[in-house]
């Protein structure tokens, strides 16, 4: 089994959100279901000096998520039914047969990463578009990227063509769930960890 990695680049994004309307448009999701979601991070504020001057320390970047694929997926742990489950190409999917939608992958998730499509009464989310890179392709989120923040490829690869992830707020402790992501910030990036700012998009990617 080929284990595979995705790889984010904020200094390239700019918070288009082609890779998340690439992504429903190719699945054919709801409003509601989103399988990759960009968040927004910003912070900081403007002073007033002594001289009538402003000076300030404003911010804000994005950062693309999708499933992380990871190594310790706890939404696997918590499925009752054995739904959520690794694939035979190392992606953590869902199998249809079986799920009941009882929704503890969505709450055990620190990523909310699976989403509950009402229609379907039951959990859908990234599959990592298996049925493409069964065919050698990418998943359709890096191909559709017009400024090439995202790249996908065997984990080896990636790891030595990126070297090693980052961990970038507004995104939980990378050591909870070891996920197959290799993050990279830019030049304004918030270490994660250290609340400087906040997501200015909450309804977006809740």
């Not at 959100?17 to 960009?38: G, M, Q, W």
């Not at 890179?133 to 998943?139: L, Q, R």
């Not at 402790?173 to 960890?193: A, F, H, L, W």
């Amino acid at each position: 089994m080929t284990d595979y990695a995705f790889y984010f680049d904020a200094s390239r994004c700019t918070g288009c959100k082609t890779c998340e309307l690439a992504c429903k448009d190719y699945h054919d999701l709801s409003p509601h279901v989103a399988f990759r979601k960009v968040y927004e991070y910003g912070g900081g504020s403007w002073q007033k000096n002594a001289d009538g001057t402003f000076t300030q320390d404003v911010f804000t970047y994005y950062t693309s998520i999708n499933c992380n694929h990871c190594k310790k997926a706890v939404c696997t742990e918590v499925c009752p039914t054995g739904a959520m489950h690794r694939d035979e190409r190392g992606f953590v999917s869902v199998d249809h047969d079986k799920c009941v939608g009882c929704k503890y992958c969505e709450l055990a998730c620190p990523y909310n990463v699976p989403s509950f499509d009402e229609e379907l009464g039951q959990m859908r989310k990234c599959d990592g578009c298996s049925s493409r890179v069964a065919k050698g392709e990418n998943p359709i989120c890096v191909d559709a990227c017009p400024l090439y923040a995202l790249d996908f490829g065997p984990a080896d690869e990636m790891k030595k063509k990126y070297g090693e992830s980052e961990w970038l707020a507004p995104l939980p402790d990378p050591s909870y769930t070891e996920p197959s992501t290799i993050m990279k910030g830019c030049s304004i990036s918030r270490n994660g960890g250290t609340y400087e700012g906040n997501v200015m998009n909450p309804k977006e990617v809740e």
